[in-house]
């Protein structure tokens, strides 16, 4: 049986949550637990580092992204009532009630972009994190695939269907992270839970 971790190791995170180096994750959109939707994510050596356990129907309005032991890492909440669907990230398991949460500023904000009023259709959500904006951009329908670039166009992650070595593509549910240097891989993989959310993935 094929591995679905990569198979060439690359520096060790040394448990940070970025690094000086390109890193290179595997996504497994399966859950580790039974009859539930999710994702879990490997490092370099084929190491468990983040898990989502959605225990909702595909599309759920709250997701959290843990480590492998459990840890809150990211609560993403969907807002509710607006047209193109937006989904706020914050750090950590975020409680409280409904006003409380509408209060709080967010870490992190994606919203869909619309396809009517689109100048390219590749461009498939909006991602605020601070004063800085990005640009999630489809790889296309065929494929798997999606990057996320600043304004500029530069790229600071890419997934796609992952490929082994011999050339062997894997199937639609293995996918290949790759994280640009110097970024936070947290704050990473909770955007592609929210794309995962987006097309019901999750």
């Not at 971790?5 to 399966?30: L, N, Y």
Request: glycine letters at 8%.
């Amino acid at each position: 049986m094929a591995k679905v971790h990569p198979q060439a190791p690359v520096s060790d995170p040394c448990s940070m949550s970025s690094s000086a180096g390109r890193e290179s994750f595997t996504i497994w959109m399966k859950s580790l637990v039974c009859h539930t939707n999710g994702c879990t994510v490997f490092d370099s050596k084929g190491q468990i580092v983040y898990r989502v356990e959605n225990y909702d129907s595909k599309g759920s309005s709250e997701v959290h992204l843990m480590d492998l032991q459990g840890k809150v890492l990211f609560t993403v909440l969907r807002k509710k009532l607006l047209l193109f669907g937006c989904w706020n990230g914050y750090r950590g398991n975020f409680i409280g009630t409904k006003k409380e949460k509408e209060k709080e500023k967010p870490c992190f904000r994606v919203k869909k972009y619309c396809s009517i009023i689109r100048r390219r259709s590749d461009l498939a959500c909006q991602v605020t994190v601070g004063f800085s904006k990005y640009w999630i951009v489809s790889l296309g329908r065929k494929k798997q695939g999606f990057k996320i670039v600043n304004l500029v166009g530069d790229i600071v992650a890419e997934v796609k269907q992952k490929q082994l070595s011999s050339g062997m593509v894997l199937g639609d549910d293995v996918l290949t992270l790759d994280v640009e240097p110097n970024i936070d891989h947290s704050l990473i993989v909770a955007l592609v839970t929210v794309y995962g959310l987006i097309n019901r993935r999750l």
